[in-house]
């Protein structure tokens, strides 16, 4: 079933001319990611033309989803915005709130019992206000917008990082806190600055034991966790339209690993198949119509260096599998160089899990070649030296996969069939075989590999790879098998080798589910009732935050993170989801992560008003009690990682009136001016190195707030001296209107007010 067919039909009734109009006013041949930039223009047809990387636009997209743990944040904001509907369609899909521990019966029980409450409320507050809801079990978000509602030169926002999986099927797919999306819930503009452009051209064909993950892996080796940051990245080229849907919703997935705005793919054959095998044949008829418009322009393929503002390269034939990491998912290392490096680096060559699933390879192809090497291994009677556990991404996919034998063969090599959710990937993993600290290597077909991601230990070496490679490195139990190479010595003592992997693209009997775990809110949801329980310690109503004021004067230093810091060190996930929807209880887990400058350890920071030393958040509220402001120091990509705005939510509700960094990333950077509080940026990169531990901040000039003026603050130290430091931003007007108003919220507040 095509869900929202109308409004598909509606977009593109208005493509060409829309299109066509870009073109004459750009003066040239169009990418598809500008296409569809210029088709859902807040204003309609196109009137200018936009510089890339420096022009503010609103947009408006067709639709928006949200996973569990982020939609109770941005629906408890949304509720205060004063609409008794959302203004497009949305969606959400209850993933993350579900513990792999157990096996899929066990696991999801617990959870509906142990997350009741959570759920109860996002499905009520669904119903009330016309948003689709998929209950916990029908799949993870990505997956079962992929299979249902993502569509050809559709824009759409999500409350995820990793919303970017739709461009798998050529949409312009983006990852926002929760505050954009009450914009877009409440009938508003979305505002992003018009990105930049990296092309990716990709020739050749897949083979062997090279994946679609294999180029994500290879590209982000390339442009490094920041090196997408503000552009788009549209793959295109013969090698593309080799790779099916679902390969290409790998690759655009994992483009959030290295910071890009979105990835996408023009439209092609593979698409159409998967849309008529996904019951929407009526879309792929509607997007044929209009295929020309729905790819990028033929001149801007053959001469791809004149249209985009970088370009890369892949030969398919030549890409070699690879597995990235640990710590940090652009650390790409081909299969044949990994155990030299791994000795070199001390790395644990046992391999204790391997994990397959996770929003970005738990489809249906994922797990038939995942399944050919688990096959062999039964065959061939190779017994699996590390534990397995599988995510399949949809009740639609588990329920066709055990219907296909696909499951079973996991089982016979005794891996764990976990829920159709997120689990480790997300740090929702009670991983019962480590205990403390313990140093150790798994390798998995996730996106992210942060330190104490999965399991919460800090010396747990995630290594990430496509689902095949993650098998055949599991049944060897060593980071340093090559399967291209190597052999293995099977329960009879012989010597045996894994042959090359073998995928379904799609299953020959079609899809098939019985409960795939939709449920259609009310037409009419003014009577249905939300309530929250006032004692609860899961769900808590927002209070507006007071403006911050143009006036801080004698700010306190919280903390100068060191190094690394993404949204996993500011508000962690695994344990603390359950704290999604109570903004004062998750506060406590705000930068407890991060590594202070001073001392190297984290959660130990200074309170400048007692000498004492404490946790990052006590501190914070101490300084808030005291009516202090405090100020956050960052070095580089600052808010790497997921769209969770509990990271920029927990320092606003704390205190924090500033962070102030080398680099941001591009979705923590939007939060923090959504939430009302100043995102700022060294001019001169080494005045870092000047923050000393008991400074203290006074703004000299933010009463003349202005785009594109930089900010000075004089630095005091705890000797007397000072320094004075520039600062930049990217505030725009509006921009500075949310600030002065306290947030975004309050502003979409007095809006709908007056």
Known sequence: MAFDIDMIKKVYATMAERVDKARELTGKPLTLSEKILYAHLWDGTPTKSFERGKDYVDFAPDRIACQDATAQMALLQFMQAGKSKVAVPTTVHCDHLIQAKQGAAKDLRRANETSNEVFDFLGSVSNKYGIGFWKPGAGIIHQVVLENYAFPGGMMIGTDSHTVNAGGLGMVA?????????????????????????????????????????????????????????????????????????????????????????????????????????????????????????????????????????????????????????????????????????????????????????????????????????????????????DFGINPGSEQIRYTAERDGILKIFEDLDATIFTNACGPCIGQWDRSDLKGEEKNTIVHSFNRNFSKRADGNPNTHAFVGSPEMVAAIAIAGRLDFNPMTDTLINEDGQEVKLDEPAGIELPPEGFAVEDAGYV????????????????????????????????????????????????DHISMAGPWLRYRGHLDNISNNMLIG?????????????????????????????????????????????????????????????????VIVKSFARIHETNLKKQGMLGLTFVNESDYDLIQEDDTFNFLDLDQFAPEKPLTVEVVHADGTKDVIALNHTYNDSQIAWFKEGSALNLIKKENAS
């Open 174 to 386: 983006i990852g926002v806190g929760g505050a954009d999306a009450v914009d877009v819930m409440a009938g508003m503009a979305w505002e992003l600055k018009f990105p930049k452009l990296i092309g990716v051209k990709l020739t050749g064909k897949l083979n062997g034991w090279t994946s679609a993950k294999d180029v994500i892996l290879k590209v982000a080796g390339i442009l490094t966790v920041k090196g997408g940051t503000g552009a788009i990245i549209e793959y295109f080229g013969e090698g593309a339209k080799n790779l099916s849907c679902t390969g290409k919703g790998t690759i655009c997935n994992m483009g959030a690993e290295v910071g890009a705005t979105t990835s996408t793919f023009g439209y092609d054959e593979s698409m159409e198949r998967y849309l008529r095998a996904t019951d929407r044949s009526e879309v792929a008829d509607a997007a044929n119509q209009i295929k020309e418009y729905l790819t990028g322009d033929d001149q801007v393929y053959a001469n791809p260096e004149q249209y985009f503002d970088q370009v890369i390269e892949i030969n398919l034939d030549e890409l070699q599998p690879h597995l990235n990491g640990p710590f940090t998912p652009d650390l790409a290392t081909p299969i044949g160089e990994l155990g030299e490096k791994a000795a070199k680096n001390d790395w644990p060559l046992k391999v204790d899990w391997g994990l397959i699933g996770s929003c970005t390879n738990s489809s249906y192809e994922d797990l038939t070649r995942a399944a050919s090497i688990a096959k062999q291994a039964v065959e061939k009677k190779v017994k699996a030296k590390s």
């Open 520 to 567: 259609e809110p009310l037409a009419d949801g003014s009577g249905v009732e939300v309530s929250v329980n006032p004692n609860s310690d899961r769900l808590q109503l927002l209070t507006p935050f007071k403006p911050i004021g143009n006036q801080i004067k004698g700010a306190k230093l919280l903390i100068k993170a060191f190094g690394k810091c993404t949204t």
């Open 594 to 658: 991060a590594v202070n400058a001073f001392g190297k350890k984290t959660n130990f920071v200074k309170n400048q008003l007692t000498g004492e030393y404490g946790g990052v958040p006590d501190v914070a509220r101490a300084y808030k009690a005291a009516g202090v402001y405090s100020v956050v120091v960052g070095d580089h990509n600052y808010g790497e990682g997921s769209s969770r705005e509990h990271a920029a939510m927990e320092p606003r509700h704390l205190g924090v009136a500033a």
